[in-house]
T-cell receptor, first 114, second 116 residues
């Protein structure tokens, strides 16, 4: 079985500051990793995903994440955030070969203040 | 291309009533998921369909919950009878392939259910 731990439930930052949202996972098999974002009163949408290859993955809206196999982490970063980035961010993991077993973390609420 | 469409967006119902949530997946997607989101438990997978066939319903909490997918463009999640603890946001999602690694799952905007 897989599990995902998002280490911070809330992250407040000021506009134009850098941000890192932390995600650690546990799995006995190889996995694929995802970050989804949920804006207020909306569904989830994909920010980025790691399948293979380069461990640095770039996504939409200027976000990027780095896969670290030895530390079983997949932290999300943005060098300069905007007010519009205020949302809940979910890290998710699925074992290779089994798409539907997508396990989500509890989410991190990013609040960007002016 | 239209996304995953869910209805109703909001529903308030009395305990004991039947609730039916509806979903139209993205055309061409053959995998459909129902998730439930609560503050306490986060996002939980309730049921997964592939080519209209239920593959995994181990997340369905009780017999009060049932889901159907009569065709490739429509699915329902029914709760009968409803209870206050069923209050949550229910998401339908679809994906272009079956159990095939790495595919993105596309979510609808959710059905916000309140049972009083």
């Amino acid at each position: 079985a897989q599990s995902v731990t998002q280490l911070d439930s809330q992250v407040p930052v000021f506009e134009e500051a850098p941000v890192e949202l932390r995600c650690n996972y546990s799995s006995s098999v190889s996995v694929y990793l995802f970050w989804y974002v949920q804006y207020p009163n909306q569904g989830l949408q994909l920010l980025l995903k790691y399948l293979s290859g380069s461990t640095l993955v770039k996504g939409i809206n200027g976000f990027e994440a780095e896969f670290n196999k030895s530390q079983t982490s997949f932290h999300l970063r943005k060098p300069s955030v905007h007010i519009s980035d205020t949302a809940e961010y979910f890290c998710a993991v699925t074992p290779r070969g089994s798409n539907y077993k997508l396990t989500f973390g509890k989410g991190t609420l990013l609040t960007v203040n002016p | 291309d239209a996304g995953v469409i869910q209805s109703p967006r909001h529903e308030v119902t009395e305990m004991g009533q039947e609730v039916t949530l509806r979903c139209k997946p993205i055309s061409g997607h053959n995998s459909l998921f129902w998730y439930r989101q609560t503050m306490m438990r986060g996002l939980e997978l309730l049921i997964y369909f592939n080519n209209n066939v239920p593959i995994d319903d181990s997340g369905m909490p009780e017999d009060r919950f049932s889901a159907k997918m009569p065709n490739a463009s429509f699915s329902t999640l029914k709760i009968q009878p409803s209870e206050p603890r069923d209050s949550a946001v229910y998401f339908c999602a679809s994906s272009p392939e079956g159990p095939h690694s790495g595919n993105t799952i596309y979510f609808g905007e959710g059905s916000w259910l309140t049972v009083v």
